[in-house]
């Protein structure tokens, strides 16, 4: 099975930068994917890591350390719109590629 | 087309109706996939589908019944739900392994009421 943690939630200014950190353990570790999800809508892809290091998207970056089963989602430059859930979800090769994710963390951007 | 499309949008039946929810996506994915979400919780895997043929099933109760008719296509059969099955189904396709990165692309969802 998978055990992944996220912080239920966060607060940030508008301009400044955001971290969101992911744990997981899983037996088939085959990538690791951040959504971000606004009420009432579907989840939309941010990223992808399937080997260690950093990958950047704009303003947003996310990290990947399979050795310690962390990752994190780092949002740069704030906007108002960034308010929404942030979806942490790791894909399991040995139970047939599925993906499971995290309880997700709300993230709320303050004026 | 990177659009996953899925009707209704809402839906409200009662626990003794017969619905179906449809969804529908022209990416050339061969993976199609069932979630279910309730409010504030994650999405929840309930089947994959791999070249038309269900290839993971989530121990979901037999009222739930997936069907694919074709590679675009992917409809989620619903009889005698209960009350806790209200919910956001979310319909998605990816790519399957080994061409790509199989990032999942959701639909909008369908808003589910069983009274």
């Known amino acids: 099975g998978q055990n992944i943690d996220q912080p239920t939630e966060m607060t940030a200014t508008e301009g400044a930068i955001v971290q969101i950190n992911c744990t997981y353990q899983t037996s088939g570790f085959n990538g690791l994917f951040w959504y971000q999800q606004h009420a009432g809508e579907a989840p939309t892809f941010l990223s992808y890591n399937v080997l260690d290091g950093l990958e950047e998207k704009g303003r947003f970056s996310s990290f990947l350390s399979r050795s310690k089963g962390y990752s994190y989602l780092l949002l740069k430059e704030l906007q108002m719109k960034d308010s929404a859930s942030y979806l942490c979800a790791v894909r399991d090769g040995a139970a047939g590629n599925k993906l499971t994710f995290g309880g997700g963390t709300r993230v709320l951007v303050k004026p | 087309d990177t659009e996953v499309t899925q009707t209704p949008k809402h839906l409200v039946m009662g626990m003794t109706n017969k619905k179906s929810l449809k969804c529908e996506q022209h990416m050339g994915h061969r993976a199609m996939y069932w979630y279910k979400q309730k409010a504030k919780k994650p999405p929840e895997l309930m089947f994959v589908?791999?070249?038309?043929?269900?290839?993971i099933n989530e121990s979901v109760p037999s009222r739930f019944s997936p069907e694919c008719p074709n590679s675009s296509l992917l409809n989620l059969h619903l009889h005698a739900l209960q009350p806790e099955d209200s919910a956001l189904y979310l319909c998605?396709?990816?790519?399957?392994?080994?061409?790509?990165?199989?990032?999942?692309?959701f639909g909008p969802g369908t808003r589910l009421t069983v009274l």
């Open positions: 589908y791999s070249y038309e043929k269900l290839s």
């Open positions: 998605a396709s990816s790519p399957l392994p080994g061409q790509g990165n199989n990032e999942q692309f």
